[in-house]
């Protein structure tokens, strides 16, 4: 069949879950046999969120073509169990790149360079891109922001174009917010009407409307709003707040929003989607009654988005492993000898999180330190993984300057130090060890048993190694290196066999696990994490 387009777009105010809508959607319509990808454009001039602040932006994704990408790609592989690369996630920034580079070469010989047709076109170009490749039956495109931004016209001009050009193969999904007021004790449709008015104002007709709201919206209060808003009631659906994300395609399966869509691209409507699979997990997830305790150590804690994908990891494990996932996050930076006994006893597991820069470092080292000489299981994730092999050697090796050089440059111990290609990279976007690598795991250590396999591939995002010249040295001593990348021969995988559960990877086994399929090192993280619980 020729592919469909779906656009989704947002209203009256950001975070209102566009990217769960839009993975939702790809959820149903790939449970009905559909090959589906989703794609989201954001509106911001950085090339990619490679640069941005965690505190600004949350996380940072890592797709497996090593492209640094939205948060809201992880839901989509979350929810969909399918890979994204970059052409998954385009900003403004490299559409201007691209625009700029290809009329310093003269492509546009000698044409006034604008925004219309000249953006708008290579807008367009990546958006049906993906269409153009045949490998997807539906394209799903989020477009970031909220309507009425100024970042955000080009983008819609464009959708307004596609609509005209893709006609039936193309539909319009517009989430907006519709508040409840307590002292009035009434649910408000104006926000939602002006949102709409504001889209139509620029051309489009949203064709689904889904509603986002905490109080149930009463049918004839739906019916008002496809009225003023020219839409069929049957097309307006509400997303009501749920205990978890992972319900939100049962819901949108509830009201026929795939149906909806399916009738709305000319698309036969046969049969149920298969949720079996994913009943399966939600059902394991609201059966749970125990609590497993994990406690993440980082320096990003106040904005837990900041570690959605190791938090959304630990929940996939938590559900499998029949418990209900209770996190603590803990800053480093204010972690001291004193005080981290009274923060991390009443943990079952410790995850030592990701990072850059100086920062929470010897907080991190503190936790460490205490988890392995209480031997609590504990993963080290990237900068964690490193922090344990300082800390290992300060106070198992008796190096007392040992460092990373990224936290003291003039360190002449350098366990952690900077890989050689990194050495001469001067830019920061981009530039890092970035997308899935190779790992060779030691036959018989417990990850490779925990895999079950010797060879697996995950994603990376770091500058800085493990310094071979001390690998010796930490194996005679209990830390054995047991995970090699079979080319540039750097440790990706540290470990501790005569402890519970201590193991630190310079991969991020978080964004490859997926609701269908969770990742193994996280499950057997938390699964000895329970062990430890009942046993204290």
């Keep these: 069949m020729e592919t469909k387009f779906i656009f989704v777009t947002g209203g009256v105010v950001s975070s209102l879950g566009k990217g769960i809508i839009s993975a939702s959607v790809a959820n149903l319509l790939k449970a009905r046999g559909y090959r589906v990808t989703i794609q ?132 319009c999904i517009h989430l907006a917010y519709v508040p409840y007021v307590a002292a009035a004790k009434e649910l408000k449709t104006k926000p939602t009407q002006h949102s709409v008015k504001k889209l139509q104002e620029m051309g489009i007709q949203p064709d689904v409307l889904v509603l986002r709201t905490e109080k149930d919206i009463p049918a004839d209060v739906r019916r008002k709003i496809a009225l003023f808003c020219n839409v069929a009631p049957d097309a307006v659906v509400q997303s009501i707040d749920v205990p978890s994300i992972y319900e939100v395609p049962v819901k949108m399966q509830e009201q026929h929003l795939d149906e909806i869509i399916m009738r709305l691209t000319g698309v036969e409507v046969k049969g149920e989607p298969d949720m079996a699979p994913w009943m399966q997990f939600l059902n394991k997830m609201t059966s749970a009654e125990k609590d497993v305790k994990i406690g993440i ?23 499998y492993n029949d418990r209900k996932l209770k996190v603590t996050y803990i800053q480093s930076e204010k972690l001291n000898e004193s005080n981290v006994a009274d923060k991390l006893k009443d943990m079952d597991g410790v995850i030592v999180a990701p990072g850059a820069g100086q920062r929470g470092v010897e907080g991190k080292n503190i936790a460490l330190k205490w988890c392995r000489e209480n031997d609590v299981p504990t993963l080290g994730i990237c900068l964690g993984m490193q922090c344990m092999a300082v800390e290992f050697a300060r106070n198992v090796l008796g190096i007392a300057d040992a460092n990373s050089t990224e936290i003291d440059p003039t360190t002449a111990n350098k366990v952690i130090d900077l890989m050689d290609e990194q050495k001469s990279v001067t830019t920061m976007g981009g530039t890092t060890r970035l997308g899935s690598f190779d790992c060779v795991l030691r036959p018989n ?89 009942e046993e204290k």
Excluded at 83 to 109: C, F, M, P, S, W
Excluded at 499 to 515: A, D, L, M, N
């Design 40 to 171: 989201k454009f954001d509106p911001y001039i950085n090339i990619n969120p490679g640069t941005l602040n965690p505190y600004e932006h949350g996380e940072c994704y890592v797709t497996i073509d090593g492209h640094e990408a939205d948060l809201d790609l992880g839901h989509y592989e979350r929810f969909t169990n399918v890979t994204t690369t970059r052409a998954n996630n385009v900003t403004t920034g490299r559409i201007y790149k691209h625009v700029i580079e290809k009329e310093r070469r003269g492509d546009y010989l000698g044409k006034t360079v604008q925004v219309v047709p000249h953006i708008t076109d290579e807008i367009k170009r990546r958006m049906k891109a993906l269409g153009n490749t045949g490998n997807f039956d539906f394209v799903i495109t989020e477009i970031g922001g909220t309507v009425g931004d100024i970042e955000s016209l080009p983008y819609i001009e464009s959708v307004r174009q596609l609509r005209w050009e893709l006609g039936h193969n193309c539909v």
């Design 297 to 319: 150590v980082g320096k990003y804690v106040e904005l837990p988005d900041a570690y959605i994908s190791i938090k959304e990891s630990l929940f996939q494990a938590a559900t």
């Design 445 to 533: 250590s417990k990850v490779a048993k925990i895999y079950g396999s010797q060879t697996i591939k995950e994603r990376h995002r770091h500058r800085f190694e493990f310094n071979n010249e001390y690998l010796e040295k930490f194996e005679q001593n209990g830390m054995q290196c047991v995970g090699i990348n079979p080319e540039s021969k750097l440790v990706e995988v540290i470990e501790m066999p005569e402890k519970r559960w201590y193991i630190g990877v310079q991969f991020h086994p978080e964004y490859s696990s997926t609701v269908l399929s969770p990742n193994p090192l996280i499950v057997d993280f938390v699964k000895a994490a329970i062990a430890y619980g």
